[in-house]
């Protein structure tokens, strides 16, 4: 399985970013894709997450109501729709996929990762 996350860029607070996360391979056991994210100097956060089946959504809520999960599974993408960005949510992104109906928000519950692409929020 490989994941190529893309859509990253530089842009001023209050603008907005589209990710967009391509998967291929055996991607018939992915259940569940999420976003995460990375600054300099912290953790690997949890952004969102959707399922493969239900469309059920998890956010954190550092972005909810700003961002938006969604999936295409027969094109096998899923997008990140962030609005109203903030200089705080600058950092890599990365899309993850796990073998799990379930949502989750850990990064050791994921099972394949992409690359990552960076985000800049100036103010």
């Known amino acids: 399985v490989q994941l190529q996350a893309s859509g990253g860029g530089l842009v001023q607070a209050g603008g907005s970013l589209r990710l967009s996360c391509a998967v291929s391979?055996?991607?018939?056991?992915?259940?569940?894709m999420g976003w995460f994210r990375q600054a300099p100097g912290k953790e690997r956060e949890f952004v969102s997450a959707?399922?493969?089946?239900?469309?059920?959504?998890l956010y954190a809520d550092s972005v909810k109501g700003r961002f938006t999960i969604s999936r295409d599974n027969a094109k096998n993408t899923v997008t990140l729709q962030m609005n109203s960005l903030k200089t705080e949510d600058t950092a890599v992104y990365y899309c993850?996929?796990?073998?799990?109906?379930?949502?989750?928000?850990?990064?050791?519950?994921?099972?394949?990762w992409g690359q990552g692409t960076q985000v800049t929020v100036s103010s």
């Open positions: 391979g055996r991607t018939s056991t992915l259940y569940t």
């Open positions: 993850a996929s796990r073998r799990d109906y379930r949502l989750s928000s850990e990064p050791n519950g994921y099972d394949f």
């Open positions: 959707i399922s493969r089946g239900s469309g059920s959504t």
